[in-house]
């Protein structure tokens, strides 16, 4: 079972560049979530989806949008990216209220 | 909405000691409460948490947890710490009837000495 995939593993991006971050779950959980984990701040919620079709802002959404054209794929996409986006980005998913979140083993970003 | 504090950035402590991680929560409405481990260049995984009962929750690797309404807390702890515990720990909150949003604290970086 592989669980959540994330593409790529890591990757150095010019600012100004767009970029999306992939995810990929095979557990077909309902619920997904991107995260970014940044030194000394944790995690902070970028964007969510409860279902397909749908998705919703968290704490930090400015510079980033998704998408949720189906159960199992959720991509981050930066649209020209910037240096402060430089950090960890995690994706997750859960299949119901309450129940654990899984998470991807994380995307490396580094924007120069 | 739901905050999440966990007050000691670093804990350090000797094998076989026993460790407190701390965590307080802040939220107008009943909560679930999870705590997480992340080990060295790894994604997040599952220690315990509380959604409803007993407010002592036993995890996995020995760990366990208190929900204390009153104090808004859910302290982790663990009698004996090995090296391998070793890691960074990050308590997490949700909103128990809207849980669109988990809200992860800023971490506590737990590290063992021999």
């Known amino acids: 079972i592989a669980g959540i995939t994330q593409a790529p593993t890591s990757q150095i991006l010019a600012a100004g560049r767009r970029m999306t971050l992939r995810c990929t779950q095979d557990?077909?959980?309902?619920?997904m979530y991107w995260y970014r984990q940044d030194l000394g701040l944790g995690l902070r919620l970028i964007h969510y989806?409860?279902?397909?079709?749908?998705?919703g802002k968290g704490e930090v959404p400015d510079g980033y949008s998704v998408s949720r054209a189906n159960t199992d794929d959720f991509p981050l996409t930066l649209a020209s990216a910037v240096p402060s986006q430089t950090s960890v980005y995690f994706c997750?998913?859960?299949?119901?209220?309450?129940?654990?979140?899984?998470f991807g083993e994380g995307s490396w970003l580094t924007v120069v | 909405a739901q905050s999440v504090t966990q007050l000691d950035s670093q804990v350090p402590v000797f094998e076989e000691a026993p460790v407190e991680l701390r965590c307080n929560y802040s939220s107008s409405v009943s909560v679930y409460l999870f705590w997480y481990v992340q080990y060295p260049n790894q994604g997040l995984q599952l220690l315990l948490k509380?959604?409803?009962?007993?407010?002592l929750v036993k995890g996995i690797n020995g760990f366990e947890a208190e929900f204390n309404k009153s104090q808004t807390s859910f302290h982790l702890r663990k009698p004996s710490v090995h090296i391998s515990d070793t890691a960074e720990y990050f308590c997490?909150?949700?909103?128990?009837?809207?849980?669109?949003?988990?809200?992860f604290g800023t971490g506590t970086r737990l590290q063992v000495f021999p």
């Open positions: 989806s409860n279902t397909a079709g749908t998705t």
């Open positions: 557990m077909r959980h309902n619920a």
């Open positions: 997750a998913s859960s299949d119901s209220v309450g129940n654990t979140i899984y």
């Open positions: 997490a909150v949700t909103g128990a009837y809207n849980t669109d949003k988990l809200i």
């Open positions: 509380y959604l409803s009962g007993s407010t």
